[in-house]
């Protein structure tokens, strides 16, 4: 995934990969540490919200990092915030939703995705 070309690398402009998760154990303190500050930005920038209503997804990445689908209740609790910062009305936004949710594998398994 890196798109980096030779000269970029010889001329130190490569950081690293461009793509991917840390991919930090669920024992490695580091992940508590980020999960609380994004945890703690995100009630800042949205105080409506209460931290029990959080979905998991909203607040970790894929192994990968590059999964674009997040749980349809992950898409639903941005609606006011992404319709206040881009003037979309929420019922718009929620059409916009509910025509890129995925439901659950064989019916069942998983959960509503939206890609």
Known sequence: ?????????SEGK???VASGSQNLSASNPLL???LESDLKNFLNNNPSINKKDIPTDLLTSSG??????ISQ??????????????????????????K???NKTLGFLGEKTVN
């Open 64 to 69: 990968s990092g590059l999964d674009p689908s």
């Open 73 to 98: 209740q992950s898409a639903l609790i941005q609606i006011p915030q992404i319709s206040k910062s881009t003037g979309i009305s929420e019922d718009n936004l929620k059409k916009i939703i509910d």
């Open 14 to 16: 490569y950081l690293g």
């Open 32 to 34: 508590k540490k980020r």
């Open 100 to 102: 890129n949710t995925q």
């Open 1 to 9: 995934y890196n798109t980096y070309t030779a000269k970029e690398k």
